[in-house]
Protein backbone atom coordinates (compact mmCIF):
# COMPACT_ATOMS: atom_id res chain seq x y z
CA UNK A 1 0.00 0.00 0.00
CA UNK A 2 1.39 3.48 -0.43
CA UNK A 3 1.24 6.04 2.42
CA UNK A 4 -2.29 8.06 1.76
CA UNK A 5 -5.08 6.18 3.08
CA UNK A 6 -7.28 8.00 0.48
CA UNK A 7 -5.77 6.79 -2.49
CA UNK A 8 -4.18 3.11 -1.62
CA UNK A 9 -2.94 0.34 -3.68
CA UNK A 10 -4.20 -2.66 -2.93
CA UNK A 11 -4.11 -6.28 -3.35
CA UNK A 12 -6.94 -8.25 -3.32
CA UNK A 13 -6.16 -12.34 -3.07
CA UNK A 14 -8.46 -14.27 -4.59
CA UNK A 15 -10.32 -11.68 -6.89
CA UNK A 16 -11.54 -13.23 -9.70
CA UNK A 17 -13.86 -15.59 -7.10
CA UNK A 18 -16.98 -14.38 -5.99
CA UNK A 19 -16.09 -12.22 -2.52
CA UNK A 20 -12.97 -11.04 -4.12
CA UNK A 21 -14.50 -9.18 -7.39
CA UNK A 22 -17.14 -7.89 -5.55
CA UNK A 23 -14.41 -6.01 -3.15
CA UNK A 24 -12.48 -5.11 -5.91
CA UNK A 25 -15.40 -3.48 -7.25
CA UNK A 26 -16.35 -1.26 -4.42
CA UNK A 27 -12.59 -0.51 -4.10
CA UNK A 28 -12.14 0.98 -7.48
CA UNK A 29 -15.73 2.81 -6.70
CA UNK A 30 -14.07 4.21 -3.42
CA UNK A 31 -10.95 5.44 -6.07
CA UNK A 32 -8.11 3.41 -4.81
CA UNK A 33 -5.59 1.28 -7.15
CA UNK A 34 -6.21 -2.08 -7.22
CA UNK A 35 -3.93 -5.54 -7.53
CA UNK A 36 -5.85 -8.46 -8.24
CA UNK A 37 -4.05 -11.87 -7.65
CA UNK A 38 -5.65 -15.52 -9.12
CA UNK A 39 -4.79 -18.99 -9.69
CA UNK A 40 -8.24 -19.29 -11.22
CA UNK A 41 -8.75 -22.73 -9.74
CA UNK A 42 -11.97 -21.53 -8.56
CA UNK A 43 -12.57 -17.66 -9.27
CA UNK A 44 -13.22 -17.00 -12.81
CA UNK A 45 -11.99 -14.15 -14.99
CA UNK A 46 -15.75 -13.21 -15.98
CA UNK A 47 -16.12 -11.86 -12.82
CA UNK A 48 -13.57 -9.29 -14.00
CA UNK A 49 -14.21 -8.66 -17.70
CA UNK A 50 -15.95 -5.16 -17.20
CA UNK A 51 -12.95 -3.99 -15.77
CA UNK A 52 -10.61 -4.70 -18.59
CA UNK A 53 -9.78 -1.08 -19.36
CA UNK A 54 -10.06 0.15 -16.08
CA UNK A 55 -7.08 2.58 -15.81
CA UNK A 56 -6.68 1.39 -11.89
CA UNK A 57 -7.43 -2.15 -12.27
CA UNK A 58 -4.00 -4.99 -12.75
CA UNK A 59 -5.47 -8.62 -13.01
CA UNK A 60 -2.58 -11.30 -12.49
CA UNK A 61 -2.76 -14.94 -11.93
CA UNK A 62 -1.00 -16.84 -9.98
CA UNK A 63 0.56 -20.68 -11.46
CA UNK A 64 -11.97 -18.39 3.14
CA UNK A 65 -16.52 -18.10 9.66
CA UNK A 66 -14.52 -21.86 10.12
CA UNK A 67 -12.07 -21.17 12.84
CA UNK A 68 -15.17 -21.99 14.96
CA UNK A 69 -15.30 -25.16 13.38
CA UNK A 70 -18.60 -27.03 14.91
CA UNK A 71 -19.13 -24.23 17.65
CA UNK A 72 -20.16 -25.54 21.61
CA UNK A 73 -21.00 -22.00 22.05
CA UNK A 74 -23.91 -20.12 20.56
CA UNK A 75 -24.04 -17.42 19.03
CA UNK A 76 -19.98 -17.23 18.74
CA UNK A 77 -18.50 -14.47 19.85
CA UNK A 78 -14.64 -13.47 18.96
CA UNK A 79 -13.62 -14.72 21.91
CA UNK A 80 -14.50 -18.41 21.90
CA UNK A 81 -11.53 -20.22 20.79
CA UNK A 82 -13.67 -22.76 18.56
CA UNK A 83 -14.40 -26.45 18.68
CA UNK A 84 -12.57 -27.85 15.46
CA UNK A 85 -11.57 -31.60 14.92
CA UNK A 86 -8.01 -31.66 13.95
CA UNK A 87 -8.69 -35.19 12.24
CA UNK A 88 -12.10 -34.66 10.66
CA UNK A 89 -12.93 -34.20 6.79
CA UNK A 90 -13.39 -30.98 7.18
CA UNK A 91 -10.02 -30.45 9.38
CA UNK A 92 -7.78 -29.01 7.14
CA UNK A 93 -9.94 -26.45 6.11
CA UNK A 94 -10.98 -25.21 9.48
CA UNK A 95 -7.31 -25.17 10.84
CA UNK A 96 -6.18 -23.21 7.82
CA UNK A 97 -8.24 -20.60 9.20
CA UNK A 98 -6.94 -20.49 12.48
CA UNK A 99 -3.29 -20.69 11.27
CA UNK A 100 -3.52 -17.39 9.19
CA UNK A 101 -5.14 -15.76 11.99
CA UNK A 102 -2.32 -16.99 14.07
CA UNK A 103 0.59 -16.29 11.51
CA UNK A 104 -1.10 -12.47 11.09
CA UNK A 105 -0.96 -12.06 14.55
CA UNK A 106 2.59 -13.26 14.72
CA UNK A 107 3.96 -11.06 12.24
CA UNK A 108 2.02 -8.22 13.94
CA UNK A 109 3.89 -8.65 17.39
CA UNK A 110 7.28 -9.42 15.40
CA UNK A 111 7.73 -7.13 12.78
CA UNK A 112 5.04 -4.78 13.63
CA UNK A 113 2.95 -5.26 10.57
CA UNK A 114 -0.60 -3.21 11.13
CA UNK A 115 -3.07 -5.96 10.29
CA UNK A 116 -6.74 -6.33 10.18
CA UNK A 117 -8.91 -9.35 11.02
CA UNK A 118 -12.26 -10.33 9.73
CA UNK A 119 -14.71 -13.48 10.45
CA UNK A 120 -16.95 -13.85 7.64
CA UNK A 121 -20.03 -15.81 7.93
CA UNK A 122 -21.88 -17.61 5.14
CA UNK A 123 -22.21 -14.66 2.49
CA UNK A 124 -24.06 -14.94 -0.54
CA UNK A 125 -24.90 -12.81 -3.56
CA UNK A 126 -24.12 -12.14 -7.20
CA UNK A 127 -21.43 -13.59 -8.75
CA UNK A 128 -21.71 -16.74 -6.74
CA UNK A 129 -20.27 -20.39 -8.77
CA UNK A 130 -23.09 -22.40 -9.05
CA UNK A 131 -20.68 -25.03 -8.39
CA UNK A 132 -19.09 -24.17 -5.70
CA UNK A 133 -20.76 -26.62 -3.09
CA UNK A 134 -21.69 -23.77 -1.21
CA UNK A 135 -25.45 -24.07 0.23
CA UNK A 136 -27.11 -20.93 -0.90
CA UNK A 137 -25.78 -21.61 -4.64
CA UNK A 138 -26.24 -25.51 -4.33
CA UNK A 139 -30.10 -24.89 -3.83
CA UNK A 140 -30.50 -22.14 -6.34
CA UNK A 141 -28.85 -24.04 -9.24
CA UNK A 142 -30.51 -26.91 -8.53
CA UNK A 143 -34.21 -25.28 -8.11
CA UNK A 144 -33.41 -23.47 -11.34
CA UNK A 145 -32.65 -26.72 -13.05
CA UNK A 146 -36.11 -28.06 -11.60
CA UNK A 147 -34.26 -30.78 -9.41
CA UNK A 148 -34.35 -31.89 -5.85
CA UNK A 149 -32.79 -29.71 -3.57
CA UNK A 150 -30.74 -31.95 -1.62
CA UNK A 151 -30.33 -31.16 1.91
CA UNK A 152 -27.68 -33.05 3.71
CA UNK A 153 -29.03 -33.89 7.72
CA UNK A 154 -32.78 -33.15 8.85
CA UNK A 155 -32.72 -29.38 7.62
CA UNK A 156 -32.57 -28.67 11.29
CA UNK A 157 -28.89 -26.95 11.48
CA UNK A 158 -28.77 -23.19 11.17
CA UNK A 159 -26.81 -20.77 9.37
CA UNK A 160 -26.90 -17.12 9.71
CA UNK A 161 -26.20 -15.84 5.50
CA UNK A 162 -24.92 -12.25 5.02
CA UNK A 163 -25.66 -10.50 1.25
CA UNK A 164 -22.53 -9.65 -0.29
CA UNK A 165 -22.97 -6.16 -0.42
CA UNK A 166 -23.73 -5.95 3.55
CA UNK A 167 -20.16 -8.10 4.11
CA UNK A 168 -18.43 -5.88 1.96
CA UNK A 169 -19.68 -2.46 3.92
CA UNK A 170 -18.18 -4.43 6.62
CA UNK A 171 -14.66 -5.44 5.18
CA UNK A 172 -14.21 -1.80 4.53
CA UNK A 173 -15.18 -0.48 7.59
CA UNK A 174 -12.91 -2.66 9.07
CA UNK A 175 -9.96 -1.81 6.92
CA UNK A 176 -10.69 2.04 7.77
CA UNK A 177 -10.55 1.72 11.41
CA UNK A 178 -8.04 1.71 13.94
CA UNK A 179 -9.50 -1.67 15.63
CA UNK A 180 -6.65 -4.29 15.68
CA UNK A 181 -6.81 -5.83 19.19
CA UNK A 182 -8.61 -8.82 17.22
CA UNK A 183 -11.23 -10.15 14.93
CA UNK A 184 -13.97 -8.93 14.28
CA UNK A 185 -16.96 -10.86 13.20
CA UNK A 186 -18.31 -9.57 10.02
CA UNK A 187 -22.00 -11.75 9.50
CA UNK A 188 -25.60 -11.25 10.01
CA UNK A 189 -27.11 -12.31 13.40
CA UNK A 190 -30.77 -13.70 11.71
CA UNK A 191 -30.45 -17.16 12.01
CA UNK A 192 -32.41 -19.94 9.78
CA UNK A 193 -32.91 -23.62 9.69
CA UNK A 194 -31.35 -24.84 6.06
CA UNK A 195 -35.04 -26.22 5.60
CA UNK A 196 -36.01 -22.38 6.04
CA UNK A 197 -33.53 -21.84 3.64
CA UNK A 198 -34.47 -24.52 1.20
CA UNK A 199 -38.15 -23.53 1.45
CA UNK A 200 -37.66 -19.92 0.60
CA UNK A 201 -35.39 -20.45 -2.14
CA UNK A 202 -37.88 -23.13 -3.68
CA UNK A 203 -40.66 -20.08 -3.56
CA UNK A 204 -38.83 -17.52 -5.03
CA UNK A 205 -37.15 -19.37 -7.71
CA UNK A 206 -41.26 -20.90 -8.93
CA UNK A 207 -42.16 -17.02 -8.09
CA UNK A 208 -39.56 -15.35 -10.16
CA UNK A 209 -39.59 -17.86 -13.03
CA UNK A 210 -43.00 -19.35 -13.03
CA UNK A 211 -41.95 -23.01 -12.40
CA UNK A 212 -43.42 -25.36 -10.19
CA UNK A 213 -41.64 -26.38 -6.88
CA UNK A 214 -39.40 -28.82 -7.10
CA UNK A 215 -39.30 -31.36 -4.11
CA UNK A 216 -36.77 -31.29 -0.96
CA UNK A 217 -35.36 -34.60 -0.02
CA UNK A 218 -33.08 -35.41 2.73
CA UNK A 219 -29.81 -37.18 3.04
CA UNK A 220 -26.73 -38.51 5.58
CA UNK A 221 -25.08 -35.36 7.61
CA UNK A 222 -21.61 -34.18 6.34
CA UNK A 223 -19.32 -35.33 8.99
CA UNK A 224 -17.73 -32.92 11.37
CA UNK A 225 -20.41 -30.33 9.32
CA UNK A 226 -21.11 -27.30 11.94
CA UNK A 227 -24.89 -27.38 13.82
CA UNK A 228 -25.29 -24.04 15.09
CA UNK A 229 -23.84 -21.21 13.17
CA UNK A 230 -24.53 -17.39 14.42
CA UNK A 231 -22.30 -14.36 14.93
CA UNK A 232 -22.41 -12.34 17.51
CA UNK A 233 -21.78 -9.13 15.84
CA UNK A 234 -22.06 -6.59 18.96
CA UNK A 235 -18.32 -5.58 18.67
CA UNK A 236 -18.61 -4.62 15.08
CA UNK A 237 -21.42 -2.69 15.38
CA UNK A 238 -19.12 -1.07 18.50
CA UNK A 239 -16.14 -0.54 16.82
CA UNK A 240 -17.35 0.06 13.35
CA UNK A 241 -20.76 1.32 13.75
CA UNK A 242 -21.62 -0.81 11.15
CA UNK A 243 -24.48 -3.69 11.11
CA UNK A 244 -26.18 -5.80 7.97
CA UNK A 245 -29.57 -3.72 6.40
CA UNK A 246 -30.16 -6.57 3.34
CA UNK A 247 -33.02 -9.27 4.62
CA UNK A 248 -32.71 -12.59 3.45
CA UNK A 249 -35.46 -12.88 1.12
CA UNK A 250 -34.16 -9.98 -0.61
CA UNK A 251 -31.11 -11.14 -0.99
CA UNK A 252 -32.05 -14.29 -2.42
CA UNK A 253 -34.04 -12.89 -4.84
CA UNK A 254 -31.58 -10.77 -6.47
CA UNK A 255 -28.66 -13.89 -6.45
CA UNK A 256 -31.67 -15.77 -8.26
CA UNK A 257 -32.15 -12.93 -10.80
CA UNK A 258 -28.29 -12.63 -11.42
CA UNK A 259 -28.19 -16.41 -11.74
CA UNK A 260 -31.25 -16.77 -13.94
CA UNK A 261 -29.39 -13.57 -16.08
CA UNK A 262 -26.46 -15.89 -16.56
CA UNK A 263 -28.54 -18.24 -18.83
CA UNK A 264 -28.73 -20.87 -15.48
CA UNK A 265 -32.31 -21.87 -15.91
CA UNK A 266 -34.29 -24.84 -16.47
CA UNK A 267 -34.50 -25.08 -20.41
CA UNK A 268 -31.76 -22.78 -20.99
CA UNK A 269 -29.27 -24.84 -22.72
Keep these: M ?18 GSNLIDLLLEKGHEVIGLDTFE ?4 KNLSHLENHPKFTLMNLPKSEVYGD ?10 WGNVNPFGPR ?39 SSDGRVVSNFIAAALAGEDLKINGDGSATRSFQFVTDCLAGLYSLMNSDYA ?31 AQVRITYHAKVADDPTLRRPQTSLAESVLHWAPTVQLREGLRKT ?12 SG
Design 42 to 45: TGSP
Design 256 to 267: IEWHISQGKVKG
Design 91 to 129: SCYDEGKRVAEALCFAYREQHGVDIRIARIFNTYGPRMS
Design 2 to 19: NSTKNNLRILVTGGAGFL
Design 181 to 211: EGPVNIGNEGEFTIQQLAEIVNELVSEITGQ
Design 71 to 80: PLVHPQPEEY
